[in-house]
């Protein structure tokens, strides 16, 4: 059931999580809080594989040469899905590396469902230097990341209200 505040609790009215998507940032802490329960990378790297064999898999038609994110080792694509009536960015991607398929989940966990406005303003470091990927991952996998996020603020870029 939604709470909703009071106008004594502060002048706000408002629903819960469950009900109103959350933010990227919000998600991002919620990963985080994930991630600090793991005591070591092993730990880490099979949560980031676990995660990976949740995500649904891309059809061999969608593995397409212009789904394809360059600049990674592995295939990775990524797939923007049609944008809701609300202006929200939708992602669905897949890779053939178990552990870049994961790290590909933790991307769609805080950039899908984002509008384009929410998708730049969060640093494409953030999720790196918030789950400590960047001293775990090798230097081809944080590039192939990094390659990855540039296609999602692209997607971003061009989703933007003319004159934005």
Same mark, same amino acid.
């Given at each position: 059931?939604?709470? &909703?505040?009071?106008?004594?609790? #502060?002048?706000?009215? #408002? ?15 919620? =990963? ?5 329960? *793991? ?9 980031v594989i676990e995660l990976g064999r949740a995500l649904p898999a891309l059809t061999d038609a969608e593995r397409r040469p212009e789904h394809?994110?360059? #600049? &990674? @080792?592995?295939?990775?694509? *990524?797939? $923007? ?6 202006? $929200? *960015? $939708? ?38 230097? $918030? ?7 090798? @230097? ?8 990855? =996020? ?12 003319? #004159?934005?």
């Amino acid at each position: 059931m939604p709470r &909703c505040h009071s106008a004594e609790a #502060g002048g706000l009215i #408002g629903l819960t999580q469950s009900i109103l998507p959350s933010s990227a940032a919000a998600e991002l802490d919620r =990963l985080a809080e994930e991630f600090a329960f *793991l005591t070591d990378w092993e730990e880490r790297y099979g949560h980031v594989i676990e995660l990976g064999r949740a995500l649904p898999a891309l059809t061999d038609a969608e593995r397409r040469p212009e789904h394809k994110v360059q #600049g &990674c @080792a592995s295939q990775v694509w *990524l797939i $923007r899905d049609l944008d809701g009536p609300d202006g $929200r *960015l $939708r992602f669905r991607g897949d890779s053939d590396a178990h552990i870049v398929r994961g790290l590909l989940a933790l991307v769609l966990r805080v950039y899908s469902d984002r509008s384009a406005a929410e998708i730049l303003a969060l640093e494409p470091s953030a999720l790196s230097a $918030r789950l400590g990927l960047s001293h775990a991952l090798s @230097a081809q996998r944080s590039n192939g990341l990094a390659s990855v =996020l540039a296609r999602i603020r692209e997607h971003a870029v061009q989703a933007l209200p003319a #004159g934005a």
